[in-house]
């Protein structure tokens, strides 16, 4: 499977990736620790140095369809997982580059302000960011 997988191929990407380490490890309790898309720069996108392949296009529409679609399909196969990251941290351009500050779901100064809930609710077997 493509390391460097489009918006509309993430979710297939991160549970594969789960699914191939719990079939690794049999018995042994696995879960996604973080998963995510970048919301900007707007239109941004890389070259994978190893690989040569483009990667995804950062955007705020891509954030939101990649998180609630991971979050759906964790939530339909019953696994664990958890969004990568709560908040974007402006500080993180100069050790990350343009995409550093750009994962989290939420901006600013406490109060927080997130965008939407990306399909953040109670889940028994989910840990939440937000409610």
Same mark, same amino acid.
């Given at each position: 499977m493509n390391s460097n997988p489009s918006t509309e191929q993430a979710a297939n990407f991160h549970?594969?990736?789960l699914r191939d380490l719990m079939n690794r490890y049999p018995g042994k309790e696995v879960l996604l620790t973080e998963f995510g898309w970048p919301a &900007?720069?707007?239109g941004y996108s890389e070259t994978n140095q190893l690989t040569g392949q483009q990667c995804g296009i950062a955007g705020e529409m891509n954030q939101r369809i990649v998180i609630e679609e991971t979050l759906a399909q964790l939530e339909r196969a019953g696994l664990p997982g958890i969004v990568f990251e709560a908040f974007r941290e402006p500080w993180k351009r100069e050790t990350e580059g343009v995409v550093?500050? &750009?994962w989290g779901i939420c901006e600013g100064?406490?109060?927080?302000?997130c965008r939407s809930p990306y399909g953040l609710r109670a889940r028994s077997h989910l840990p939440v960011v937000l409610k």
């Open positions: 549970v594969a990736r &900007c720069p707007e550093g500050p &750009c100064d406490s109060p927080y302000r």
